[in-house]
Nanobody
Framework: VQVREFGGGLVQPGESLRLSCVAS????????MGWYRQAPGKQRELVAD???????NYAESVKGRFTISRDNSRNTVYLQMNNLKSEDTAVYYC?????????WGEGTLVTVSS
């Protein structure tokens, strides 16, 4: 399994951005996918994900602003980020989980700054 992120960039506070994560390889073995982020000097944290039973989780800090969605026909998971704040600045990573294995993308940088 390989995953690759698209869509990072520089935006101003209050603006929106959509990230995409495309999975390839043995995608039928994937049972969960999601987004994580790592800000400078901080640990990587969960932003949002689809669990193994298809439910969604969101970090408290992004609830009401971010929405995770997916297009199974394209093996793609999206992260719509609205009302971005400076504290959302981070490298955003896509994660895919199979039975016992985690796969990570290289990350895409999101910078929120005026």
């Amino acid at each position: 399994v390989q995953v690759r992120e698209f869509g990072g960039g520089l935006v101003q506070p209050g603006e929106s951005l959509r990230l995409s994560c495309v999975a390839s390889g043995s995608t039928a073995s994937i049972n969960a996918m999601g987004w994580y982020r790592q800000a400078p000097g901080k640990q990587r944290e969960l932003v949002a994900d689809f669990t193994t039973i298809g439910t969604t989780n969101y970090a408290e800090s992004v609830k009401g602003r971010f929405t995770i969605s997916r297009d199974n026909s394209r093996n793609t998971v999206y992260l719509q980020m609205n009302n971005l704040k400076s504290e959302d600045t981070a490298v955003y990573y896509c994660n895919a989980t199979t039975h016992g294995m985690d796969y990570w993308g290289e990350g895409t940088l999101v910078t929120v700054s005026s």
